[in-house]
């Protein structure tokens, strides 16, 4: 009786283990069938791997751990194993969530134009810094926060930081997956999709300074900038703390002209005191003015006409302080333009930008016209018609009776129905090596955490 419990309740281990691997073997299937262009490639793939060699891993250790022991030590076994599967499913389900959403409406239109949006800024970015190893796009999704954010390949998700979820939390930042979550907002108002480049910008920083020196690089940039421009020590250190940010920031100027910077003029407009006081977050947020003179500098630098210039100027009149920022900002400005990223720059990459502002004004114009307007398939053509559905935005927003609901309604449509259809067929363009080295560092940590005595 006893020997026939203790198999019941091996079995019954295994059998989670199994079922799980199965479950998740039926999604990945499943969510591939849906991914027809194969957008998705690299992040299933990796999902499938890694979860593939845990689950067969504990499923090893299992069989061994068990053999020949008692049955009070085969329970206690099975316990843990039990507690694997569980800690697997969650790190599963954290990425299959996101992926699901691509599945569903409202979601799915919306996301589709957001991953053309990051698709193209990351592409456009890589292709020119050189590298042979492209990593995998960062996986966009929707949720229940007040703005943007990235989250970096190495950083841990912030809803996974509860201690029962550390270990989780560990894999996922092990993971050659960065995400990106936009703000529920997107979904009924689809001009605020064109913060996806800025946020694209910041996994580009993490990728092309993923080395100690180039992070360094970045934050000496800053600091010499504004030394130069006669700061102290202080002022050297918030600028510094800024410059993740504030490259971002550039990032998007360089990608889209005007239409990013309108759009965070827009998130940010404040009494007088809060554009000059800096952002929540230990100080990692620049004040929005430093933000607005940022994306001038750059902007006029290359060939794009200012997009801030009535709050920016009411503000410089007004406060001694904001115009002791002009020169500051006009030196990080420079100094992020020129900061090495591969074999080239964003000054370089800028060399293209106002073409790109004329074309996202076509693309307004476009958007705002009887014709039903045609997509586009050109690397940057997703970038910039989401760029010029803000623009129109700003528009219709403009008129002095309030914008009409029914052109609003028409914009938001025209939007959502081309900026996906704006990319290429067939776009899973990562490096296959460095996906699979990618894999194989996370499959490796994740199963010598599951075959630890932390259990």
């Not at 001009?191 to 934050?219: K, N, P, Q, T, Y």
């Not at 920016?312 to 333009?337: F, I, K, N, Q, Y």
């Not at 363009?429 to 490796?444: D, N, Q, R, V, Y």
Request: glycine letters at 6%.
């Amino acid at each position: 009786m006893r020997d026939t419990m203790t198999r019941i309740r091996l079995d019954d281990s295994l059998g989670e283990l199994d079922g799980l691997r199965n479950e998740i073997l039926t999604w990945v299937s499943a969510t591939r069938r849906h991914d027809a262009d194969d957008r998705h490639g690299d992040h299933l793939q990796a999902i499938e791997e890694v979860t593939t060699a845990a689950l067969l891993g504990v499923r090893e250790w299992l069989l061994d751990q068990t053999t020949g022991r008692a049955q009070g030590e085969v329970y206690t076994e099975c316990r843990r194993a039990d507690l694997r599967v569980v800690r697997i499913r969650r790190f599963w389900r954290w990425y299959a969530d996101r992926l699901d959403q691509y599945a569903r409406s409202p979601h799915a239109g919306t996301l589709a134009a957001a991953d053309e949006i990051v698709r193209s800024s990351w592409h456009e970015v890589f292709t020119a810094a050189g590298g042979a190893d492209v990593p995998p796009v960062p996986l966009t999704a929707v949720a229940d926060v007040d703005v943007p954010t990235a989250l970096a390949r190495a950083e841990v998700p912030w809803e996974l930081k509860a201690p029962a979820d550390e270990m989780v939390a560990t894999w996922t930042a092990r993971m050659p997956i960065a995400t990106i979550t936009l703000p529920v907002a997107v979904l009924t108002r689809p001009w605020w999709l064109i913060l996806a480049v800025h946020e694209a910008g910041h996994h580009v920083h993490a990728e092309l300074f993923r080395a100690g020196d180039a992070v360094d690089s970045l934050v000496t940039a800053a600091e010499q900038a504004v030394d130069r421009a006669g700061a102290g020590r202080e002022e050297r250190t918030r600028w510094a703390r800024w410059s993740a940010e504030l490259f971002a920031d550039a990032f998007a100027v360089v990608l889209a002209g005007s239409a990013p910077a309108w759009s965070v003029a827009e998130l940010e407009l404040a009494d007088d005191d809060t554009l000059l006081a800096p952002g929540p977050s230990t100080g990692r947020y620049p004040p929005p003015l430093v933000r607005w003179l940022l994306a001038d500098a750059v902007a006029s630098r290359l060939g794009v006409a200012d997009p801030v210039t009535g709050t920016r100027a009411r503000l410089l009149d007004r406060h001694p302080r904001a115009r002791d920022l002009v020169s500051l900002g006009t030196g990080v400005a420079e100094a992020l333009l020129d900061l090495p990223l591969g074999t080239t720059c964003l000054r370089r990459i800028g060399l293209a930008t106002a073409g790109w502002q004329q074309t996202a004004l076509s693309w307004r114009q476009a958007l705002l016209a009887r014709a039903e307007p045609l997509p586009r398939r050109r690397p940057e053509s997703a970038r910039l018609c989401a760029a010029g559905g803000t623009l129109a935005w700003f528009v219709l927003a403009a008129d002095p009776e309030g914008p009409a609901p029914d052109r609003i309604a028409t914009v938001n449509r025209r939007m959502l129905e081309l900026v996906p259809r704006c990319g290429p067929t067939r776009v899973r363009t990562s490096a296959p090596a460095a996906i699979a080295k990618g894999i194989a560092a996370a499959a490796e940590s994740v199963l010598a955490d599951l075959r630890s005595d932390s259990w």
